[in-house]
């Protein structure tokens, strides 16, 4: 059985730097991960490039031979990437063993996690692969200022959740960027009393009964909890990532290993 990180989040959200930043880490402390870029429009990258969408098919390339925008270029490239799973990604996907451990950094474009398939269809084919998937919802603490932009960054996760139907951890991501964190710290992990009566009092009264009804939606899904990353520290990477692996099961399939000993030896 492989693993797989499925990187989503909006354009801008680190979603490439995190990729690198759990590269470096896993390297340090000697464990072996795969990046994967499938963002057709990308261009550096600071980690080993194990994948890369654009052999199949580049931005760059669409835009000049179609005459399509940047957007439009972008959504027939992952159009093209759907259209080819049983041959491109199936070829490549071969080339790893059952335990490799693959992360898959994905475009911004909010559609693509949304309402459109294309990465529905992705995820299970990598699930007809036998690979277990997570998916890793980025989003910029910077964002995160005030009640109204936390639950639009909860909507837009809790789209995501659906449409995809995958083990899901939520980021708040560029935490180091942060001046100051007691006001990030009041969403990681928030009571909805208290984010209802924030809601009402930023808006209107016609919108109570609404405001009520997304902190209830946020509540039963348990979206409102966000694990914050610190690139400085690698605590806060290690802890993530022990997030993501519990909840796609990676290690639990490990031979126990008992070190030998010598009785003569007590």
Same mark, same amino acid.
């Given at each position: ?91 490549? &996907? #071969?080339?790893?063993?059952?335990? *490799?451990?693959?992360? @898959? ?6 559609? +693509?996690?949304?309402? %459109? ?21 980025? &989003? #910029?603490?910077?964002?995160?200022? *005030?009640?109204?932009? @936390? ?6 996760? +809790?789209?995501?959740? %659906? ?104």
């Amino acid at each position: 059985m492989g693993y797989a990180q499925l990187v989503i989040g909006p354009a801008g959200s680190g979603k490439s730097t995190y990729c690198s930043s759990l590269y470096q880490h896993c390297e340090t402390v000697g464990r072996s991960i795969n990046i994967v870029n499938l963002d057709p429009a990308a261009e550096n990258f600071d980690y080993p490039v194990a994948m890369d969408i654009r052999e199949l098919i580049s931005l760059e390339d669409v835009m000049e031979e179609l005459g399509l925008g940047p957007n439009g270029g972008l959504m027939y490239c992952m159009e093209h990437l759907e259209e080819n799973l049983d041959d491109w990604l199936t070829e490549e &996907l #071969d080339n790893y063993l059952d335990d *490799d451990y693959l992360v @898959f950094d994905c475009p911004g474009q909010i559609e +693509l996690f949304s309402h %459109v398939p294309v990465l529905k269809n992705f995820v299970e084919h990598l699930r007809r692969k036998n690979f277990n998937v997570c998916a890793v919802y980025l &989003l #910029d603490s910077q964002f995160i200022t *005030d009640v109204t932009k @936390f639950i639009s960054g909860c909507m837009a996760s +809790l789209s995501a959740m %659906v449409q995809l139907e995958l083990p899901h951890v939520n980021i708040l991501s560029k935490m180091d960027l942060v001046t100051n964190k007691r006001d990030i710290e009041n969403y990681l992990d928030p009571e909805p009393r208290t984010l209802l009566a924030e809601l009402n009092q930023r808006m209107a009264p016609q919108f109570e009964k609404l405001n009520k009804s997304l902190i209830e939606l946020v509540d039963q899904y348990s979206m409102v909890s966000f694990l914050p990353l610190d690139l400085r520290k690698e605590s806060s990477i290690q802890y993530i990532l022990s997030q993501i692996d519990n909840s796609i099961q990676y290690g639990e399939d490990a031979d126990v290993k008992v070190k030998d000993f010598d009785p003569e030896d007590d």
